[in-house]
């Protein structure tokens, strides 16, 4: 697609149900990344992709929080058992990563998550 | 902790005016990238700046960077009422995983008309 698609836009849950959030990046990019954004907040980064190397989960806050990403592209961000302090924008982006290049960062809209 | 800061946190001027914004950072980058963030939406590239340069300008923006301070401005000239919106800074790492980029809190700036 033209730019990254995140889904769903917004999503309403019960504590303690499983979520999954789905990125669509830039067809070619090969880094993919999550942050999550709370209320008025900055950027926590959670987990990062690149082509076929491990990612690097160093900023997931719990295990109830896995991504995975098939095939290169699409990726899903999966949080089991949601708790209220959840609740906030999860944001994808993608990047061309080439040597020389300038990693810009392409976002989608989020997908706002509230866990009631 | 977030590898980039920004200072202030928020910043309200008038149509015309100029606004600067502050970022400062902990370890060496290759790279520092300023985002635009309009409210409940996703962040938009802005501008980047090697660690080999000092300024570089783009359109109304201006950007610095210091490496011996660690620290970096964002000027927008002659702001605009559309220019309301939260800026962030974004670093990249030398030492570490190269493509994670880190950013601060942002500034939440409002320009009046």
């Known amino acids: 697609g033209a730019g990254v698609s995140q889904s769903p836009s917004n999503k309403v849950t019960e504590k303690g149900k499983d979520v999954e959030l789905r990125c669509d990046p830039i067809?070619?990019?090969?880094?993919l990344y999550w942050y999550r954004q709370s209320l008025g907040q900055g950027l926590e980064f959670l987990i990062y992709?690149?082509?076929?190397?491990?990612?690097?989960k160093s900023g997931l806050p719990s295990d109830r929080f896995s991504a995975e990403r098939t095939g290169g592209s699409v990726s899903t961000l999966t949080i089991q058992r949601t708790q209220q302090e959840d609740s906030a924008v999860y944001l994808c982006?993608?990047?061309?990563?080439?040597?020389?290049?300038?990693?810009?960062?392409?976002f989608g809209e989020g997908s706002r998550l509230t866990v009631l | 902790s977030q590898q980039g800061e920004e200072d202030p946190q928020a910043l309200s001027i008038q149509e015309g005016e100029n606004a600067t914004m502050n970022c400062s950072y902990k370890?060496?980058?290759?790279?520092l990238q300023w985002y635009r963030q309009n409210s409940g939406r996703g962040l938009v590239h802005l501008i980047l700046?090697?660690?080999?340069?000092r300024e570089k300008h783009s359109g109304r923006l201006r950007v610095t960077l210091d490496t011996s301070k660690k620290s970096s401005s964002l000027l927008i000239t002659a702001s605009r009422a559309a220019d309301t919106a939260s800026y962030f800074c974004?670093?990249?790492?030398?030492?570490?995983?190269?493509?994670?980029?880190?950013f601060g809190d942002g500034t939440t700036l409002t320009v009046k008309p």
């Open positions: 992709f690149q082509g076929n190397s491990a990612p690097d």
């Open positions: 067809s070619g990019h090969t880094a």
């Open positions: 700046i090697r660690s080999n340069e």
């Open positions: 974004a670093t990249g790492d030398f030492n570490t995983n190269a493509g994670k980029s880190t």
């Open positions: 370890t060496s980058i290759n790279n």
């Open positions: 982006a993608s990047s061309l990563r080439v040597a020389g290049g300038t990693g810009e960062l392409f």
